[in-house]
């Protein structure tokens, strides 16, 4: 089993936007794999806080 890991909100909003990086493959890895990914409450907020569509915001608060 993987160590958890703990993705910053770029990381995040990298992943939700579609934007390759390292950073996203390892945490796309983990999502697939059910590895241990930490969210931290200011994390979920500030990643909330920065869509501005309704519908995408209820998709996104919800797979969080």
Known sequence: MNEPIL?????WINFFNGTESPE???????IQ???PVYLW?????????GIADE?????IKEYL
Request: aromatic share 10%; charged share 25%.
């Open 7 to 11: 993705a910053d909100t770029s990381v």
């Open 55 to 59: 519908d995408h915001f209820h998709d």
């Open 24 to 30: 996203v493959k390892v945490l796309t890895d983990y």
């Open 41 to 49: 409450p200011v994390i979920i907020q500030e990643i909330l806080q």
């Open 33 to 35: 794999n059910d590895y």
